[in-house]
C-alpha cells in the first residue's frame, strides 16, 4: 500500500525556516520524481517544487513565488524527501502536501505551515 | 507571469457528460507542457487522476479520460456519478516549473 506522510509543520514567524519532511513506503521510492505542493486555507492547489530521481538526474525546479527561498533534497537510503522553508512570509501559510503523482494517485495528508507575528 | 485558466464551475447531472478545460497565457497547450489533473474534495488531500496528458493510474476509475482539445488540455467525465462532485485542478509544466490552474468546481446535481 502506497503511503507518503508528511511532517514538521508548525508555527513559525515572519522572516523564520522551517522544515518538513516526506516520508514514503510502498514504491520504489528511488525511481519516483516528488513533487510539494501548497494549499492556503480556502484557496486552490499551488505548486512547490519538485525533485527528480537520482537516475533522472536528481534535479529540482520551484514555483516562481518560492524559488530562491526553498530547498527540496532528498535521502532515498531513508525514503525521505525534505523541504527546507526559508525567508518565510505570511503568504506562505497553507498545508504542504507531497506526492509522486507519476507513480501513484496518492498524496500524503499534509502538514499544516502558520506563519504569523 | 503565466496564468492557467479554468471554468470556475460546472454542473452536470447524473450519468451525464462532462468535459473540463485547461488553457495556457502562452499559448496552445500540448503534450509538452506534461498536464496532469487532480481531484480535490473538501477536508482530503488531493488524488491524482491524470498525468503526461492521458495517463492514467489502476485508480482513476475509466468514466475519467483526459486529453488535449482545441488547444487545451481536458478531462472528460462520462456517466458521471454522484461522489464525482470535487474540485479538479489541472498542472501543466513550463520548462519543468509547473503551474495550476484555479480550479474548477463540479457539482453534480
Known amino acids: 500500500e502506497v503511503q507518503l506522510v508528511e511532517s514538521g509543520g508548525g508555527l513559525v514567524k515572519p522572516g523564520g525556516s522551517l522544515r518538513l519532511s516526506c516520508g514514503a513506503s510502498g514504491f520504489t521510492f528511488s525511481d519516483a520524481w516528488i513533487h510539494w505542493v501548497r494549499q492556503a486555507p480556502g484557496k486552490g492547489l499551488e505548486w512547490v517544487g519538485r525533485i527528480k530521481s537520482e537516475h533522472d538526474g536528481g534535479t529540482t525546479d520551484y514555483g516562481a513565488p518560492v524559488k530562491a527561498r526553498f530547498t527540496i533534497w532528498r535521502d532515498d537510503s531513508k525514503n525521505t524527501v525534505y523541504l527546507l522553508l526559508n525567508s518565510l512570509r505570511t503568504e506562505d501559510t497553507g498545508v504542504y502536501y507531497c506526492g509522486a503523482p507519476g507513480v501513484s494517485p496518492i498524496w500524503g495528508q499534509g502538514t499544516l505551515v502558520t506563519v504569523s507575528s | 507571469q503565466t496564468v492557467v485558466t479554468q471554468e470556475p464551475s460546472l454542473t452536470v447531472s447524473p450519468g451525464g457528460t462532462v468535459t473540463l478545460t485547461c488553457a495556457s497565457s502562452t499559448g496552445a497547450v500540448t503534450s509538452d507542457y506534461y498536464p496532469m489533473w487532480f481531484q480535490q474534495k473538501p477536508g482530503q488531500a488531493p488524488r491524482t487522476l491524470i498525468y503526461?496528458?492521458?495517463n492514467k493510474h489502476s485508480w482513476t476509475p475509466a468514466r475519467f479520460s483526459g486529453s488535449l482539445l482545441g488547444g487545451k488540455a481536458a478531462l472528460t467525465l462520462s456517466g458521471v456519478q454522484p461522489e464525482d462532485e470535487a474540485d479538479y485542478y489541472c498542472l501543466l509544466f513550463y520548462g519543468g516549473a509547473g503551474v495550476f490552474g484555479s480550479g474548477t468546481r463540479v457539482t453534480v446535481l
Open positions: 503526461i496528458t492521458n
